[in-house]
Structure formats: C-alpha cells, structure tokens
C-alpha cells in the first residue's frame, strides 16, 4: 500500500512538472514551483526524484526493459529489422495511452540541450541489452556480426528519434505508431542479413 501512494504522488509530482516544464521551459521552471504546485516542501520533491531532469527521463531501464523483452520474443518469429520495429511496441503504447502527456514530455527533451545529452545517452544504454539480441540472431561471419548488429540497432533508434521528434513537428497530429513505422520503412538497410 506504501509503494502504491508514494507511485501515486510520484506520478502526481511528475504529471504537474511536465506541464510546467512545457509551458514555462525547462530551465525557467524550479522545484520550489514544483512542490508548491503539489502541495509538498522542495525536500520532499528530492525524496521522489534526484534531479529535476529526473521527472522527464528517470531510469533508462524503466522503459528500457520492456523493448528488451519484446526484441527477444520478436526475433524468434521475425526477421531483425520486423524485430526491432516489434521491439519499440511498449513505447509506442506509453505514446498512445497518453498522447498529450506524450508530446509535451517530447517537446521539453527536444527543446533543453542537457535533456537531449540525456535522451542519447539513454539510448546507449538500450544499445547495451539489445546489441547482443540482434548480434545472436545474425547469421554473417563473427568478425562482422558486432559491428553489424550495431549499426542495426543504432538505425532503428534513430527511426525512433526521428518519430519522435515529428510526433513534436506535427504537435501530436500523426499518430506516434504511424511515424514510427514510416521511419522503419524510410530507413530499412538495404542489405540486412539475418
């Protein structure tokens, strides 16, 4: 029950912020606002988040894990790109269950240097848990297939950023899912081998 009310009033903390950050900017916006905007002290906002950039990005493997698991059970039915796309599912889900909340978190990373630094630097920790996915699922020679798997999966979260960031452009007005499959399908390699 504990956990439960303090994910409530973290959510709650988390909700109000983005919002501010969105309609103030991210730099503008302080945690004294924050916590008065919730009713707690600025302490007890640092109880529920480290940092302020915290609120927007957290944990890389929060999200991070879902598309893990999702890529493993992709690839033993699909080819690797279909696999990855597969794989990006649970972040499409969080896109489309709150579109709003979605796209004014989007717009603050895109919009703040130091959240942008932090996005990329999240993305190389999914390189770290799905790099070996795809390398384990290629079947070209050993010396190539590191370096191959890379570039894959480097490509495919670039479609996810390039999704993303026109989800921003068109201020939410083509679906999150809708993009992403069209970055898939820009950007497939032309000459991917399993």
């Not at 707690?40 to 893990?68: N, Q």
Request: aromatic letters at 6%; proline letters at 5%.
């Amino acid at each position: 029950m504990r956990q439960r009310t303090r994910d409530a009033v973290r959510q709650q903390i988390a909700d109000a912020a983005i919002v501010m950050f969105d309609e103030q900017g991210f730099e503008e916006t302080t945690v004294d606002q924050i916590a008065a905007s919730v009713g707690i002290s600025p302490r007890s906002f640092f109880r529920y988040f480290a940092a302020k950039e915290d609120v927007v990005l957290g944990d890389p493997m929060v999200h991070g894990e879902p598309v893990r698991r999702r890529l493993a059970s992709s690839l033993e039915s699909m080819p690797v790109w279909e696999a990855l796309r597969s794989g990006f599912e649970p972040v499409v889900e969080i896109f489309e269950s709150d579109p709003d909340r979605s796209l004014r978190a989007m717009r603050v990373i895109i919009s703040t240097p130091s959240l942008r630094a932090r996005h990329t630097e999240k993305h190389l920790a999914w390189m770290t848990v799905l790099v070996p996915l795809i390398a384990d699922a290629m079947t070209v020679p050993e010396t190539e297939r590191q370096y191959q798997a890379r570039a894959v999966t480097l490509c495919a979260l670039t479609c996810l950023d390039l999704s993303t960031a026109e989800f921003v452009h068109r201020d939410g007005a083509v679906r999150a899912r809708v993009l992403l499959d069209e970055a898939f399908r820009l950007l497939k390699p032309a000459t991917l081998v399993n």
